[in-house]
């Protein structure tokens, strides 16, 4: 024991010096964009990345035909399409992050604007859509040699249509699919039941003729119950006992931050080494309660430029507001493996909906939302090229890197004499934490148990840094990989976990305790990323399964 502590302290020691070098030069550095493909044939509406490092990216069916053909010359008939009966085109694709190759997937029926969450064993479930699809429940199970895989249909499977609802995953496995337009209730899946469960919440939170309600964001708070905020209002959700056990107060300025006034929203990381969790809810951006109407007359008003934050299981919470460098409607918002907020694509004027937004936000903020380690809040990160609008999406990559693509507002692809054509180009964004600066203190993870349980249950990861280890700056994280559209990334958790003990097993090469989740509530079972992050500066995220 005295041989651990004083192994501790000499770490201590040697490398206070490095960590504040190491924040001073990383809140300088502002990232590095990659173009990854000028055209992968489709704009990527909806994004999620799965526990074999593909992404699985799809459209709408109803737009006429993509850039991008089905293999060996199928083609889809579908006689209620209401734009293309025989389409020979692809409307999704699978796109593999370590060869960056893509392979066209077939979808038979309408996705437009939907939903979906991975159920824990590592199949995606997507919900909904419009037309032919707004009923309609579709799988995709990652195959091992993923050359044949593709999306299963199971027609009529929700009890009610599904378009721009909300999706996340519970801590029994199950997925609750929330609201959608004109549908003021929510369901399960899979369900026990017939019928949908009201929630007057969506019926009061609807703006006439704008709804501003849509695309909920919900969050599943370390108590078990679900956190919904929907126009400037929010709820504390016992969906269980379908009662409402908490109205929060109105986010501070009235102005909407759901569909259309599009906003963002995250559950900040919870951190499993206080020993009490504190969960704190932070929405950003958004666009003011008449820039809808007034963007269909041509007037463009200025997005939001606040951020709220709210302690949800304070006993009077209230926010807190920020103001970000650059006001943004239409921003994704993610939780980077290192604990920082990234905000991300989107516009400065006008709302979400068909050429509805102008003058593109390129440039990415990072928030660093902790406030005692740190000199900064915001930091704004180094422009992309291509203006990333309406139906764009962004999501961690399992490297760290962010995938971003999409970007279509118009009702058709149409890349002529149009204000922002549509863009079917993909690109990485690589935040500061990657440049090759950081690879000294960088850990390099070399073990890691593939099964983690719950209550505590220890596991023990390896890595190597390439300098000694500040022990202080040390975290190791989890990531719930999201299904990222329409800016809101559904099911997005991070949770840190307890560090139990470090062990020198070599020179530059370590052992780690660490505790797993306590409950499945603060992280619901299936795959996750494990980060080890050492100032700030993770490692490569790792697949592991909690269950
Ligand atoms: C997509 O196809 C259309 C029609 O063939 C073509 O005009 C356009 O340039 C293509 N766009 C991209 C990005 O490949
Ligand atoms: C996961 O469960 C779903 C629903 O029971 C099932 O359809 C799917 O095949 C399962 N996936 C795997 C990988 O076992
Ligand atoms: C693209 O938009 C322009 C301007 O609204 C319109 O004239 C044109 O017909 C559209 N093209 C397609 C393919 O929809």
Known sequence: MIDFLLFLLSFLHFFSVVTSQVRSSYSGGSGEWQLLHQSVGISAMHMQLLRNDKVIIFDRTDFGPSNLSLPDGICRVDNSDTVLQTDCTAHSILYDINTNAFRPLMIQTDTWCSSGAVLPNGTL????????????????TPCRDDEYCDWIEFPWSLIQRRWYA?????????????????????????????????????????????????????????????????NTRSILLDYNQNRVIKVFPRIPGDDPRNYPSTGSSVLLPLDESNSVIEPEIMVC?????????????????????????????????????????????MGDMILLPNGDVLIIN???????????????????????????????????????????????????????????????????????????????????????YLSPEYDQIRPRILSVD?????????????????????????????????FATHSFSMNQRMVSLKIVGVTGLSPYTYGLTVAGPSTAEIAPPGYYLLFVVHAHVPSQGMWVKIE
């Not at 309406?390 to 970007?407: C, E, K, N, P, Q």
């Open 166 to 230: 909300t999706n996340q995953v519970l801590p029994d496995g199950r997925i609750i699919i929330v609201g959608g337009r004109r549908q003021f209730n929510y369901e399960f899946y899979p369900s026990s039941s017939s019928e949908v469960i009201w929630l007057n919440f969506l019926t009061e939170t609807n703006d006439q003729g704008m709804e501003n309600n849509l695309y909920p964001f919900l969050h599943l708070l370390p108590d078990g119950n679900l956190f919904i905020f929907a």
């Open 450 to 482: 593939e099964k983690i349980g719950y209550g505590g249950k220890l596991f023990s990861p390896t890595f190597q840094v390439q300098v000694y280890l500040t022990t202080n700056a040390l975290s190791v994280s989890i990531v719930a990989p999201s």
């Open 346 to 432: 989107g516009a400065e004027l006008g709302t979400a909906g068909w050429e509805l937004g102008r003058s593109p936000v390129t440039q990415p903020i990072i928030y660093r939302p902790s406030t005692d380690v740190s000199d900064w809040r915001f930091a704004i990160m180094s422009p992309s090229t291509r203006p990333r609008m309406y139906h764009s999406s962004a999501i961690l990559l399992t490297d760290g890197r962010i995938l971003v693509s999409g970007s279509n507002p118009h009702v058709n692809y149409n890349f002529t004499n149009v204000e922002y054509p549509t863009d079917l180009s993909m690109e990485s964004y690589s935040p500061p």
């Open 285 to 329: 951006g958004g666009a003011p309660r008449a820039s809808f109407t007034q963007a269909t007359q041509g007037n463009f008003i200025r997005a939001i430029s606040t951020c709220g934050r709210l302690k949800v299981l304070d006993p009077n919470p209230s926010w807190t507001m920020e103001d970000m460098p650059l006001a943004r409607v």
């Open 125 to 140: 479930v997507q919900t909904g859509g419009f037309n032919d699809g707004d009923r309609n429940i579709r799988s995709f």
